[in-house]
């Protein structure tokens, strides 16, 4: 516990009567100092506090102030019994915070009275986070009465900035559960004129700045960028691409010696920049998780590797009803996964098969070389390199190559005679069939001519081959048995080596469709026949295929053909900066006020954060109003939103900070890892190198709002390099100098995965493709107001792949249409229409926050703007995907979304309506007196949005019925009336023109609507 000085008082104290004192609060009132007033945070939403509400909007904590029998006004505090983190706290508004300097030999005083519940109570205060005295355990206090506290300042530094203190007091019971206890005469003391500020030097470190036009990026962590989060330990964060590390304490953090990860990479993949973000993404992370080439899914181990068919042990599974001990419903979930349940899986091999080696275990692996849909896998003692396999997403083929000792085919021990079988045998392959936890694998052993094999009648079969190489191919089938034509396809296919797939795209900017090519190529670079495995959201598209074979799988039917290669072409759904404001369908003035209104809101409660996400977030959300400003022709405030918006973006992009190192807001390049690190992290984006699409992605539409309006701003010799690094950063070019190609984005798949580490059972997953939407719609943005055709095109081939993937993967729109079955992406016995987070091997209806439904549906959704409008492509569908988002809302509200519990988005929930049935969402949003936005919403925006879509109507670009030969452009249709709306990024007036023969004429740099 900290050093208190607390005697019991009788009559009790008065305080804050020494005109020196600084008073926060006392007979139940605030001091005018901390303006910001009484706030509440909370575990319930830790994006949005609850302000000068009493608790309202935190359903953990509440507040007000009663008359106690002794004291007059004093404020009530009250824990709900959830065991939440949830406190209170006094506030200043602005980012200069309060000077105490003058106390620093002083004293925090407070009075306190324990009403009920456990006594122990927590302090501290803060200086804009995440600066921080760090928590004060006071023990228990007020137990008998009223209490007079005091916490000298010398135990709050040197962690708390004297010079910049924003709380006057953050205070909550230790243990969070049913306390209630009241606070009276909260003041600083022990004030001294002459007191100078403490110099705490901050720690020397050397780095090397690399200038990027006017911006610049570090070479360095500044140890002083270093944090600490105290959760059942100390945990180092924002320091790279580390470990989990208990510091033992968060004191003196920025001393911490963070013990960095490197990339386990040899051979020609130690010549490449290091990727990550794949299906295989754990594999140059040495964790030892299930990689998923579907069909196939594998887990690399010192003792070689598992393998096993996801379509085996494809099931859906439900799990128990979720409920919270707050004041939201309990939300039942059933059916709400579906994937491949591992049995037994830390084993060596379990329910298939696995290959090891007779002379060596216990091995290192590595990533030796990798391609747009394919890795090699090495095994490695010491320096030596044993054996290594080939995966190729979607093949049913895996190719092996044996340098030291001979390939072990192992299967379950003692299995009965069902568990195994083999089912072919001929002078260079080898079949055998397992039947474990009810999972049957069918799988060839193909060898080269003069291949045999030993012990055939075992568990562990060895393979003796002249060339030491092999493929174990999985045969495409559940079946119980293998048709002779069906191994006869699979065997002919197994010895064409594919060592790298090739996946290519081109944009016809006549249509704005972007079409995709698979190649399969060998160590030549040469085309090669092979068993090629398509997905649905190949398949369905391409032209010319004869499959031999088919089988259900994670994304649905995969379907195989013997060719070297295959296309498909997807649609662009467009792209615009902001969604018009449409003569005649809103009250002007009233958006003007709603945009009058954020201005005043103020630097302060435009961005609360630090970290690169809900920064991201603010910048992103300030950019849609600054648009309707600009729009609107309110000079001032766009004067306002622009200087301000410009200024947050030129810190981010510059490491530097008065001839130093930044300690905050700025990138570092991490040249192991090839990628680019800001501080400060958020959502592992150090440690697991997560969602770096999804945070950066916010800075780059900014962006391209402010050099809508500037371009200057994105120009060569100002912030242009900076942006552009952080595009190249998750979604880089081919033969980038920094970066791998398409961090984020999977070719393979078509869509893109959140972990970098990817280290779970499950392989990888991904959650909002909203959020990726917005990235790669922001790199179109870019591109067009920059004139980079480039960035443009590689931004319109990923927004168009993430659009299509939506509608393939997470909500199986073949299925919910009700077509044949081949076409349905769900397994059998899915009950949803959506779910929300794909995986490798299947995919859950959940979020990683929350099992609310609002969330698990809204986090498809936002941000709102128009690089998401592909959510709105099938109006029918949306209408059953926002009634079943209304879960909660049926259950304690009105089933819409004013009716929705606190923090589960009702300004995104009118959003989604508005795409499909825009009256009934503005009915509800005028019954709504007042609501929380959502952290990246604003009211003006919203106001915009719901009446807009009123003018326009459902979306018809997108499904490539209806295109048009300008990125920045979209029709809609209302009744027979079909909208246009272009945006004109060009200096000079652009003729748009539309596949059905309407052409729209726009001037430069503005928006062109036209009704027909």
């Not at 575990?43 to 007059?72: F, Q």
């Not at 030549?524 to 799988?553: C, F, H, I, Y």
């Not at 929300?836 to 929350?850: N, R, V, Y």
Request: charged letters at 20%; a negative charge; one cysteine or more.
């Amino acid at each position: 516990f900290v050093t208190v000085e607390a005697e019991p008082e009788d009559p009790p104290p008065t305080g804050g009567d020494d005109p020196t004192d600084q008073l926060v609060f006392k007979n139940g009132v605030v001091d005018g100092l901390w303006d910001g007033g009484i706030n509440g945070w909370d575990e319930h939403d830790y994006t949005n506090d609850c302000s000068n509400d009493g608790g309202a909007s935190c359903p953990n904590i509440a507040w007000e102030v009663i008359n106690d029998s002794d004291r007059g006004d004093v404020l009530q505090i009250t824990h709900a019994g959830s065991n939440k983190r949830a406190g209170l706290y006094f506030s200043v508004t602005g980012d200069q915070g309060v000077d105490l300097t003058g106390f620093q030999n002083g004293r925090v005083e407070f009075d306190i009275k324990v009403v009920s519940g456990d006594a122990n109570i927590t302090m501290k205060l803060d200086c804009y986070w995440p600066c921080t005295s760090g928590d004060q355990n006071l023990g228990p206090l007020g137990v008998n009465g009223w209490e007079s506290v005091a916490v000298p300042f010398t135990q709050l530094t040197p962690d708390l900035d004297l010079t910049k203190v924003n709380t006057g007091l953050v205070i909550w019971a230790t243990n969070f559960g049913s306390t209630v206890f009241r606070i009276d005469n909260v003041r600083f003391t022990g004030y001294d004129e002459d007191a100078e500020p403490p110099t705490n030097p901050p720690p020397s470190v050397d780095f090397k700045l690399t200038p990027m036009g006017l911006g610049s990026y570090s070479d360095t962590i500044n140890p002083a960028s270093y944090r600490c989060a105290e959760d059942y330990g100390f945990w180092l964060y924002n320091a790279g691409v580390i470990g989990a590390t208990d510091l033992g304490t968060c004191a003196n953090v920025e001393d911490a010696k963070p013990v960095k990860k490197m990339p386990q990479v040899d051979g020609a993949a130690a010549n490449k920049h290091t990727m990550t973000h794949r299906w295989w993404g754990s594999i140059p992370f040495a964790a030892e998780a299930y990689i998923t080439p579907d069909p196939i899914m594998a887990r690399l181990s010192g003792n070689g590797v598992r393998i096993t068919g996801i379509p085996s042990g494809l099931r859906v599974y439900t799990s128990m009803p979720v409920c919270r001990a707050d004041d939201a419903p309990c939300v039942d979930i059933v059916d709400n996964n579906f994937g491949y349940v591992i049995p037994a899986p830390a084993n060596e091999v379990m329910e298939a098969i696995a290959i090891g080696n007779t002379n060596h275990g216990g091995m290192t692996t590595k990533l030796l070389d990798y391609s747009e849909g394919s890795v090699t896998a090495g095994w490695f003692a010491g320096s030596s390199l044993i054996m290594e396999a080939t995966f190729v997403q979607g093949s049913p083929y895996v190719y092996f190559e044996v340098h030291s000792g001979l390939p072990v085919v192992k299967t379950l021990p003692n299995p009965n005679g069902e568990q195994r079988l083999i089912w072919h045998q001929d002078d260079e392959s080898l079949g055998i069939s397992t039947n474990v936890a009810g999972m049957r694998n069918h799988f060839l052993v193909v060898g080269d001519a003069g291949t045999s094999f030993d012990n055939v009648d075992s568990e562990a079969v060895t393979v003796n081959s002249p060339s030491n190489a092999f493929t174990l191919a999985w045969i495409p089938t559940t079946g119980e048995s293998v048709a002779d034509g069906l191994r006869d396809s699979v065997k002919r296919q197994s010895r064409n080596v594919v060592d790298k797939v090739q996946i290519d795209y081109s944009v016809d900017r006549g249509t704005n469709t972007v079409s995709v090519t698979h190649r399969y190529l060998d160590n030549s670079d040469q085309t090669v026949d092979t068993l090629a495995g398509l997905m649905p959201l190949a398949w369905k598209r391409a032209e010319s295929l004869t499959a031999v074979a088919s089988v259900r799988s994670a994304r649905g039917v995969i379907k195989y053909a013997e060719q070297s290669s295959f296309t498909y072409d997807l649609p662009s759904v467009g792209v615009l900066p902001s969604l018009p404001v449409v003569p005649g369908s809103l009250d002007e003035n009233h958006l003007r006020t709603l945009v009058d209104d954020f201005v005043a809101l103020g630097p302060s409660n435009w961005n609360t954060a630090d970290d690169t996400y809900w920064n991201g977030k603010a910048v992103g959300r300030l950019a849609e109003v600054l648009a309707l400003a600009n729009q609107l022709g309110m000079t001032e405030a766009t004067s306002t939103l622009l200087d301000w918006l410009k200024g947050e973006l030129a810190d981010w992009m510059s490491a530097e900070r008065d001839g130093t190192l930044d300690h905050i807001n700025y990138f570092v390049y991490d040249d192991d890892w090839n990628t680019l690190l800001g501080m400060d992290e958020a959502f592992y984006s150090h440690a697991l190198l997560q969602d770096h699409h999804f945070h950066y992605g916010y800075f780059v539409r900014a962006a391209a709002e402010v050099c809508r309006i500037e371009s200057d701003f994105c120009g060569p010799d100002q912030y242009g390099p900076m942006f552009e690094l952080l595009i190249r950063d998750y979604a880089a070019g081919r033969d980038d100098s920094l970066f791998p190609y398409l961090r984020n984005f999977d070719p393979a798949f078509g869509f893109s995965w959140a972990s970098g580490a990817a280290g779970f059972n499950r392989g990888n997953n991904n959650e909002s493709t909203s959020e990726a939407a917005n990235a790669y719609g922001a790199m179109v943005l870019y591109g067009l107001v920059t004139g980079n055709d480039e960035i443009a095109e590689r931004g319109m081939y990923l927004h168009a792949s993430t659009a299509a993937s939506f509608w393939e993967y997470w909500n199986d729109i073949d299925g919910y249409r009700g077509v044949d079955s081949e076409k349905r992406n769900f397994p059998p016995g899915y009950s949803k229409i959506t779910t929300s987070i794909i995986w490798g091997d299947g995919a859950d209806f959940a979020t990683w926050f929350s099992r609310r439904y609002a969330h698990i549906l809204g986090i498809q959704g936002l941000p709102s703007n128009p690089l998401i409008m592909h959510v709105g492509l099938f109006a029918d569908y949306l209408d059953e995907y926002v009634y079943l988002g209304m879960a909660e809302s049926r259950k304690v509200g009105n089933g819409n979304p004013s009716g929705l519990p606190p923090g589960l988005w009702t300004d995104l929930w009118w959003n989604l309506w508005a795409m499909t049935d825009a009256d009934s969402a503005i009915a509800d949003y005028e019954a709504t007196a007042t609501y929380e936005p959502e952290a990246g919403e604003a009211p003006a925006h919203t106001y915009h949005w719901l009446y807009t879509m009123r003018a326009l109507g459902e979306l018809r670009t997108g499904m490539g019925e209806l295109t048009a030969d300008y990125p920045a452009a979209m029709a809609f249709k209302t009744g027979s009336t079909t909208n246009y709306v272009v945006y004109n990024y060009d200096d000079v007036a652009r003729s748009v023109t539309f596949s059905d023969g309407t052409v729209i004429e726009a001037a430069a740099n503005a928006f062109a609507i036209e009704q027909l």
